[in-house]
């Protein structure tokens, strides 16, 4: 089992800058792909950013490449997602998520996430 646990969503203006974190807990993560995706209400969910624990390999969707920057820190089990130049589209819910596979984790179909952080972007 891998409990996540995500934090720092809040709201901000267009164009402002945010940043995400998830602390994981529980088994050893170097199998695991570690992400987030997003879900805004009516909408589907949505693939964000992953990293591999092992190597830091990212993955990015299309519409947040050169926005938004991946990281993770082995020391203490967490994650973080640097989000730049904001706007009104990517208000959502953010989840962080864990899995073996990149693609469960940006399709939102891992195996474990978070409780989830809203993240809205409002003037």
């Known amino acids: 089992q891998v409990q996540l646990a995500d934090s720092g969503g809040g709201l901000v203006q267009p164009g402002d800058s945010l940043s995400l974190s998830c602390t994981a807990a529980?088994?050893?993560?170097?199998?695991?792909?570690m992400g987030w995706f997003r879900q805004a209400p009516g909408k589907e969910r949505e693939g964000v950013a992953a990293i591999t624990w092992t190597g830091g390999v990212p993955f990015y969707a299309n519409f947040v490449r050169g926005r938004f920057t991946i990281s993770k820190d082995d020391d203490k089990s967490t994650m973080h997602l640097e989000m730049r130049n904001l706007g009104p589209d990517d208000t959502a819910v953010y989840y962080c998520?864990?899995?073996?596979?990149?693609?469960?984790?940006?399709?939102?179909?891992?195996?474990?996430r978070g409780q989830g952080t809203q993240v809205t972007v409002a003037s």
């Open positions: 529980g088994r050893s993560l170097g199998a695991y792909v």
């Open positions: 998520a864990a899995d073996s596979s990149a693609q469960s984790v940006m399709t939102g179909t891992a195996n474990y």
